[in-house]
């Protein structure tokens, strides 16, 4: 069955650094469009950052762009998301998702990594 | 823009419960309904605005087209307690959630 399992959160100073990474099984990974959704404590779902199945085409939501970068990689089915010069307001979990299919909806999660930006 | 109201409610348990989301603009039937219990990810319940997907409750059902779409609880379980959110696609991103709702007993 279809796994998505994020590691790398933790506790950062605001201006620090994370890599987030989420572990893919029981699918071609591929050839699925994946997105990195977050979602801070108490509030609703925020899309992060998108990359298409083929690594060319990449998005950032309002927050990410010029600070995140996502990227995927096919050999080990792994997607990651790099976070630089992280912000208290980036206090989330972080999921990774699977998207059904080109600017398709999502149909898997994966259970969250939580992320801590505090002096 | 997806605009879901009620933001919460409560019911009790038997109870029909709906939810609407409205979008901006018209996205055909381009939108999915989560489910996300306390502590939990979320969980795809609807695509195509009506589309149950597999192993969901038939108790639930989505409609609409175009602007305003709903997500119906038949008859409302202690299992439903969760907050649901819409989610419209087949657009480039940003991708694009409804604010939630909370379900209550």
């Known amino acids: 069955q279809v796994q998505l399992v994020e590691s790398g959160g933790g506790v950062v100073k605001p201006g620090g650094s994370l890599r987030l990474s989420c572990a893919t099984s029981?699918?071609?990974?591929?050839?699925?469009?994946m997105t990195w959704i977050r979602q801070a404590p108490g509030k609703g779902l925020e899309w992060v950052a998108y990359i298409s199945a083929t690594t060319n085409v990449f998005y950032y939501g309002d927050s990410a762009q010029g600070r995140f970068t996502i990227s995927r990689d096919s050999a080990t089915n792994s997607l990651y998301l790099q976070m630089n010069s992280l912000r208290v307001e980036d206090t989330a979990i972080y999921y990774c998702a699977r998207v059904r299919g080109r600017y398709s909806f999502i149909d898997f999660w994966g259970q969250g990594t939580l992320v801590t930006v505090s002096s | 823009q997806l605009t879901q109201s009620p933001s919460s409610l409560s019911a009790s348990l038997g109870d029909r419960v709906t939810i609407t989301c409205r979008a901006s603009q018209g996205i055909s039937d381009y939108l999915a309904w989560y489910q996300q219990k306390p502590g939990n990810s979320p969980k795809l319940l609807i695509y195509?605005?009506?589309t149950l997907q597999s192993g969901v409750p038939t108790r639930f059902s989505g409609s609409g087209s175009g602007t305003e779409f709903t997500l119906t609880i038949s008859s409302l379980q202690p299992e439903d307690v969760a907050t649901y959110y819409c989610h419209r696609y087949n657009t480039a991103p940003p991708l694009t959630f409804g604010g939630g709702t909370k379900v209550e007993i």
């Open positions: 195509d605005a009506s």
């Open positions: 029981g699918f071609s990974f591929s050839d699925f469009f």
